[in-house]
Each structure stands twice: as structure tokens, then as C-alpha cells.
């Protein structure tokens, strides 16, 4: 459920609701790792042209949170862009108001765990304050392998379903509440508290495959926990677009979240990208097979390159090495995207790491 004016600082301040979709298969809980859903804001000051970014808070339906939110301070004529991810299959956008400019899919068709609000906006004016060089996206880093650091629309980063989900993490008790994860609210609930992630490709570029290639992502101040800095999907997209060189990934027609009846379209291809600020396509446009075939190119030649910095990295997956969760989340987009058929051979990437 979305709160009343969303892109306001009252409505960011207030929590979203989680509700299962349909009720008589049980309920959903924030608590539960496999049904949270992540809220993420991006902030533009168009008159200095700052970004800052904030972490609206998630929780249960019929709930109170364990900590009130912080509500941001937000400057004269602010532009607020409003992402979502979520660690189910479907998360469905309820109750927005039409001034949010909410984007769950295509008509009836979701695309999955996937959502913004406002996006196209907050693009629009970050990229005239980049013009007037009121605001300034980080250069490009050089990685410990002598490459670029990856962005993420590098294919040697990328999977079937890039730009979705968000770098937001909460705190969760054991009664199940939830708190924004702050500074403050980590001392005042120490080890009652537990963190808990987005299963998402911001994520695992800023805070795993950056750290392994000694990169830095780019952060901006957290209006949510004051003297802190946060990474952010926007942030990601913002300077990838500035820095990213060819061959660049972009959502592909064949994106699982972009289809419509198991079908490609670019319609909601184009809505998509909307939300990330990718170039549309043009009507009839298929990038399926160009996308297999240089996601496999290009990500195994660096997985290679970058064997031992990636074994000695830690993943998402706990025990397992960041090289080993890379190979197989390769192995299975190269079958969700339905790579096999597009370029006539099975798959090549190994189900487990050697």
C-alpha cells in the first residue's frame, strides 16, 4: 500500500503497508526474507543541483514500526523519484495517487519485482542540472585488473534482468517490526536487530563486485540517517549513463520483467527503461540475441580475468565466494533469457564454478 503523496516529506516519511495479494494463501511479512519489499527515494535539489537520497520504510499491514521514521528535510522544489524491489516474484503498487506517477508494469502485466514512481522526472532534472554542471557524476574508476569498475550497464556485471531492485536494508526484531536501518537505530536496538537486504543487482555491484575490484561507488548523503552517505539505483544509473563505455548493456527485449504473455514488448520494454533512464526502443526493435551474445562474451572473458580477486570476495550467498555466485547467476541468465534459442547453442557457462 502506498501512503498519501509519496514524493512528499510527510509521505516518505510514512510507511508503506505489505499485504498479500491474495489472502487465502496466508499472509506476507516484512520480516519474512523471501516476501520483503524495498522502498528507495532519490532527492534533487534543482536549484544547487545536490542529490541526496532516502530509505522509506516497509511494513506489515495493520502495524506500527519499531522506530517512527525520520522525516527528511527536503529543499525548496525538490524532484523525488521513488524505486521499489522486492525479494518475491510480484509486488503490485496499491493505492498510489496519480500525481505520484506511479509505473508497476503494463496494464494487467507487472513487472515483477520491479516499480517506480516519478522516475522519468527525477532523470529529467539531474540530467539538466548535469548540463548546467550543477551537478557532477563521479569519472570513471580503474579497477585492480586494469579495466574500468563496472557500472551497471557493463555486461561483465549484468543478468536476465538488470537495473531492477534497490540498495535499501532495514532493521528487523524478532517480534517482526521493522526500523529503518540508522546509525541510531542500530545502538538503540543492537542485537535485537537483524539486517536484512534486497536481492539486487545495485546491490551486488555497490557493495560486493566493487569492493572485490577495489572500486568505490558513488554515495550521497542519507536524509534519513544524518552524517551518513548511501548508495542508490539512481545514483547507479546516473553514472553509468555518464561513464559506461561500448558495448553497453541496456534492458533487453527479452528481460523476464518486460514480457507480456511470455511475449517481447517493447512498449513495456520502453516502460521500463523509463524508470532507469535508458533510451527508449523503436517500434519492432528485438536486442534479445545482441544481449545474449554479449552478456556471455564479455562477462566470462572478466570472470576470468578476475578469477582470485573474485574467490577471495565474499557474496551474497553466505559461504559461498563472489566467483561462484557470479558463475551461476551467468549459467541461469543465459537460460531465463532464453539465450539457447536466440543463438542456436546450449548453454556454455558451467552450472557450477571450476
Known sequence: MVPADPLSAKGLATPYQLV?????????????????????????????????????LVVDRGTQPAAAPVTPALPAGAVVGVWFGYNGDTLTLRGAPAAAKCVNGMGNSTFGQYAYCNAPAFFTAANAA??????????????????????????????????????????????????????????????RATRMTNGSDNGLVDRFVDPALGCTAWT????????????????????????????????PTNDPMTLVNDKPSVAKTNLYRAGVDQ?????????????????????????????????AAPSPDAGTSLYTFLVQRLHASYDSLGCAALLGRPNPIPATAA
Open 20 to 56: 498479500a495479494t491474495d489472502r487465502r494463501q496466508g499472509a506476507c511479512h516484512e520480516s519474512n526474507d523471501a516476501q520483503a519489499a524495498f522502498v528507495e527515494a532519490a532527492v534533487l535539489n534543482p536549484a544547487t543541483g545536490a542529490v541526496s537520497v532516502y530509505h522509506p
Open 130 to 191: 548535469v548540463t548546467a554542471k550543477k551537478l557532477t557524476v563521479p569519472a570513471a574508476q580503474t579497477a585492480k585488473d586494469g579495466l574500468p569498475c563496472p557500472t551497471v550497464r557493463d555486461f561483465a556485471v549484468v543478468d536476465q534482468d538488470q537495473s531492477d531492485n534497490v540498495v535499501s536494508s532495514y532493521l528487523i526484531l524478532g517480534t517482526g517490526r521493522t526500523a529503518q536501518d540508522t546509525a541510531a537505530n542500530r545502538t538503540r536496538f543492537g542485537n
Open 220 to 251: 550521497a548523503p542519507d536524509l534519513g540517517d544524518p552524517g551518513a552517505n548511501s548508495p542508490a539505483l539512481a545514483l547507479n544509473e546516473l553514472q553509468a549513463a555518464a561513464n559506461a563505455k561500448a558495448p553497453i548493456a541496456l534492458v
Open 279 to 311: 533510451p527508449a526502443l523503436a517500434a519492432g526493435a528485438d536486442t534479445g540475441r545482441a544481449y545474449c551474445r554479449m552478456m556471455v562474451a564479455v562477462q566470462q572473458a572478466r570472470l576470468r580475468r578476475d578469477r582470485a580477486l573474485f574467490r
